[in-house]
C-alpha cells in the first residue's frame, strides 16, 4: 500500500529525493520510517517522522545530510538526501507504523513499500 520511488545513480556528494506515496493509507495518521538495506548489511532505521508531533528523527549516520517531511495535502512523504556518499548505497523502504514514536525494529511497521534503489558511484 506504500510507494517508495525516486532512486537512482549519483555520484558522491549529489541528491536525490526519495518519495513515500500510499494510495488507501492517510500517511499524517501513521509514523513514517525510511529504511536502508546496503549490500551485505542488515535494514536499519535512517529517518523516521512521527504520527502525533511530525518530530524527526535520523541515524548518526545520515544526520545533517538528510531531511524527512511530509506534504500531507499530497500524502506523501520525501526523504531529501544529499551530500551523498558511497556507503549510502542501498535499497530504500519506507514503512508506516500506528505509533507514536520511532521504531528501529521493522516488526512494528505494519506497511512497507516495495523498494528503491540507490546507488552513489563516480
Known amino acids: 500500500q506504500l510507494q517508495a520511488s525516486g532512486g537512482g545513480l549519483v555520484q558522491p556528494g549529489g541528491s536525490l529525493r526519495l518519495s513515500c506515496a500510499a494510495s488507501e493509507l492517510t500517511l499524517a495518521s501513521y509514523t513514517i520510517g525510511w529504511f536502508r538495506r546496503a549490500p551485505g548489511k542488515e535494514r536499519e532505521l535512517i529517518s523516521c517522522?512521527?504520527?502525533?508531533?511530525?518530530?524527526?528523527e535520523y541515524a548518526d549516520s545520515v544526520k545533517a545530510r538528510f531531511t524527512i517531511s511530509r506534504d500531507r495535502a499530497k500524502n506523501i512523504v520525501f526523504l531529501q538526501m544529499n551530500s551523498l556518499k558511497p556507503e549510502d548505497t542501498g535499497v530504500y523502504y519506507c514503512?508506516?507504523?500506528?505509533?507514536?514514536?520511532?521504531?528501529?525494529?521493522?516488526?512494528?511497521?505494519?506497511?512497507w513499500g516495495q523498494g528503491t534503489l540507490v546507488t552513489v558511484s563516480s
Open positions: 517522522i512521527r504520527r502525533t508531533s511530525s518530530g524527526t
Open positions: 514503512a508506516a507504523a500506528a505509533r507514536g514514536i520511532c521504531p528501529s525494529d521493522g516488526s512494528h511497521y505494519r506497511y
